[in-house]
């Protein structure tokens, strides 16, 4: 049973667009989520995390959302850039344990 | 040399062969991790150190044998694999195990088993 889904294995979005990646968890004990990014041939990157007191994060041009009550959570990215296109992967975790359960990843192509 | 590295990154071994890999960390953290990310699948935690002492074995199978001799080096030691453990193997490290702290990964080993 997968706790992390990313629903939308790929997105295509044009230069200065906005992108928006979706992830969706059901365990109600995950309290802490994490987005990586990850280019071929390298290991995931982190990103930007976000604690389940927060309802949003914001780092320069990623913002994350988090949707306690839906069980999701979102990163936006604005405006998107070419350098942006990779694979990126949210994951969960609750405190105390050391154990991040990852989605399986949406692959981001921004198009210059 | 920086952040968390891998070697060898590409490995093709036998099924009768046995291989190492290597994970150093230049961060001064006191957690490890192997992680396995086979195609189309979510990485999958298979060990985790935490001051030089396993604190999780995620039901990996024998073939898979850990070691930590001091917090910045972790090896991962292969023997008998089969074809279907072909997959990159990841090496991460966090500051502490237990309070949701960042972990930072290595770039990876692609593991192919003939």
């Known amino acids: 049973d997968q706790q992390v889904k990313q629903n939308s294995p790929s997105l295509s979005v044009q230069e200065g667009r906005i992108s928006i990646l979706n992830c969706d968890y059901t365990?109600?004990?995950?309290?802490?989520f994490l987005w990586y990014k990850k280019y071929p041939a390298e290991g995931p990157t982190f990103l930007i995390s976000?604690?389940?007191?927060?309802d949003k994060n914001e780092d320069g041009r990623f913002t994350v959302f988090l949707n306690k009550s839906a069980k999701h959570l979102s990163l936006h990215i604005v405006p998107s850039q070419p350098g942006d296109s990779a694979v990126y992967f949210c994951?969960?975790?609750?405190?105390?344990?050391?154990?991040?359960?990852f989605g399986t990843g949406t692959r981001l192509k921004v198009l210059a | 040399e920086t952040g968390v590295t891998q070697t060898p990154r590409h490995l093709v071994m036998g099924m009768t062969n046995k291989k190492s890999l290597k994970c150093e960390q230049h961060?001064?953290?006191?957690?490890m991790y192997w992680y396995k990310q086979s195609a189309k699948k979510p990485l999958e935690l298979m060990f985790v150190y935490s001051l030089e002492e396993r604190v999780e074995n995620n039901s990996v199978p024998s073939r898979f044998s850990p070691e930590c001799p001091n917090s910045s080096h972790l090896f991962l030691h292969l023997h008998t694999l089969q074809p279907e453990d072909s997959a990159l193997y990841l090496c991460?490290?966090?500051?502490?195990?237990?309070?949701?702290?960042?972990?930072?990964f290595g770039p990876g080993t692609r593991l192919t088993v003939l």
């Open positions: 961060l001064g953290h006191n957690a």
């Open positions: 991460a490290s966090s500051r502490t195990q237990g309070w949701p702290d960042t972990q930072y």
């Open positions: 994951a969960a975790t609750t405190s105390g344990t050391y154990k991040y359960i």
């Open positions: 365990n109600s004990m995950f309290d802490y």
């Open positions: 976000i604690s389940s007191i927060k």
